[in-house]
């Protein structure tokens, strides 16, 4: 059950699908692909300004002791819900920071007993939502995009929900 | 992003002087960029392997397939793009990498929708109600089958590490549906481009 979903079949057989298919329609294969690949060449070299803007301010923010302000002005709040506490950093860290979410996220699951309220809420949280600042940063900084509009407001909003759902869908499906 | 960047800042040096970890907002000055550095190189490699890919799927016909087989859901989200064939393709391919649980392949394909995007809206600098929708798709969870969350809790000794699932799913399907209309009702109206 395990390997049969897990990435590790998934990703070998994608990659032998896409190439099996190209081989089966006579495509030239090698010389298409290197021909692609040149292209994430470019990208990659688009992608690095964004990041290195990004990830200081948000190593700024992190190394500040900002989070742990916040969690205590929101608790109130998210006590109200029902919002176990131990996860509330990991709501915070999520939108920001991919390798910092699931760092604190194994740590959450070595502490709690994996099937208990809390751990389920990280779990459904982790598993339901991305990080936000990164993909903004990387899709539009590929293309030179300067005025993202709407999209952090809205994505943030996704975000905020997908906190609170969490809470209501362990409530819903797993009591 | 530049608002951003003095709010980031600003709050950095108030907030590190009352915690006193200044050294801290100090070395993440230094430090960070090496570290977007290393994470771009990372992603040099896989941005090369899968844009390959997608060429191989894309001159095969195999972008074209899974196109018709997402265009009833895409052209809910992008009405506007019914008859882009590339971008759509592009976007096929990022969706069904994504739905997979493919983060590194989904997201070359995603940024070879931007271009796709992007050349459409002319080359523009702002942002189109596309490309906000579909970074907004990005940034939530399509992924069906969430792999590592599951590893983890196995790990971790769960009776049922996929217990959660029908969880999982109702939280991406209404925090994507929320931020997609919230992008889209949001989106300020008139100066295009």
Redo the contacts between chains.
């Keep these: 059950m395990?390997t049969l979903?897990?990435?590790d079949l998934?990703?070998p057989a994608?990659?032998a699908f896409?190439?099996g298919?190209?081989v089966?329609?006579k495509?030239d294969?090698f010389s298409?692909?290197?021909?692609?690949?040149?292209?994430?060449?470019r990208?990659?070299a688009a992608?690095?300004p964004a990041?290195?803007?990004?990830?200081?301010?948000?190593?700024?923010?992190?190394?500040?002791?900002?989070l742990?302000?916040i969690i205590g002005f929101i608790k109130p709040f998210s006590d109200k819900i029902g919002f176990p506490e131990e996860v509330l950093p990991l709501a915070f860290l999520r939108?920001f920071s991919g390798s910092g979410a699931?760092g604190f996220?194994?740590e959450l699951?070595?502490n709690l007993p994996?099937?208990s309220f809390s751990?389920?809420v990280a779990?459904?949280?982790?598993?339901?939502?991305?990080?936000?600042f990164y993909?903004?940063a990387?899709?539009?900084g590929?293309?030179?995009?300067?005025?993202?509009?709407?999209?952090?407001?809205?994505?943030l909003?996704?975000?905020v929900?997908?906190a609170i759902?969490?809470v209501l869908?362990?409530n819903?499906?797993?009591r | 992003?530049g608002i951003?960047?003095l709010a980031?800042?600003v709050?950095?040096?108030?907030?590190?002087l009352?915690?006193g970890?200044m050294s801290?907002?100090s070395?993440?000055?230094l430090?960070?960029?090496g570290?977007?550095?290393e994470?771009?190189?990372r992603?040099?490699g896989s941005?090369?392997?899968?844009?390959?890919?997608?060429?191989?799927?894309?001159?095969?016909?195999?972008v074209e397939k899974l196109c018709f087989l997402l265009k009833p859901l895409l052209s809910l989200v992008f009405p506007a793009l019914r008859n882009e064939k590339a971008a759509l393709g592009a976007i096929s391919m990022n969706v069904a990498?994504n739905m997979?649980?493919?983060g590194n392949?989904a997201?070359?394909f995603?940024?070879?929708a931007?271009?796709e995007?992007?050349k459409i809206s002319g080359f523009g600098?702002?942002?189109t109600k596309e490309?906000?929708c579909?970074?907004?798709m990005?940034?939530?969870?399509l992924?069906l089958?969430?792999?590592?969350?599951?590893?983890?809790?196995?790990?971790?000794?769960?009776?049922?590490?996929?217990?959660?699932l029908?969880?999982?799913?109702?939280?991406?399907a209404?925090?994507?549906l929320?931020?997609?209309f919230?992008?889209k009702i949001?989106?300020?109206k008139g100066e295009e481009k």
């Design positions: 395990s979903l897990s990435t998934i990703l994608a990659v896409i190439i298919y190209g089966m329609k495509t294969v298409v692909f290197t021909e692609g690949a040149k292209e994430g060449l990208s990659a992608v690095l990041l290195c803007f990004l990830m200081t301010g948000v190593g700024m923010m992190r190394e500040s002791g900002m742990e302000a939108p699931l996220y194994e699951c070595k994996p099937d751990a389920r779990s459904v949280l982790m598993g339901g939502s991305e990080t936000t993909t903004v990387v899709y539009y590929a293309i030179g995009i300067k005025n993202g509009r709407n999209t952090v407001p809205a994505a909003l996704a975000d929900s997908a759902f969490s869908a362990v819903l499906f797993l | 992003m951003f960047f980031a800042a709050l950095s040096i108030i907030f590190g009352l915690s970890n801290g907002v070395s993440a000055v430090e960070e960029s570290h977007a550095a994470l771009s190189l992603l040099l941005l090369c392997f899968w844009s390959g890919l997608m060429e191989v799927a894309k001159k095969s016909g195999l990498a997979l649980g493919l392949a997201t070359p995603g940024i070879s931007m271009k995007l992007h600098k702002s942002a490309m906000v579909f970074v907004v990005n940034t939530a969870s992924q089958l969430p792999t590592t969350v599951a590893f983890l809790r196995s790990e971790a000794g769960s009776k049922e590490p996929l217990d959660i029908p969880a999982v799913w109702f939280v991406s209404c925090s994507l929320l931020g997609i919230a992008a949001t989106f300020p």
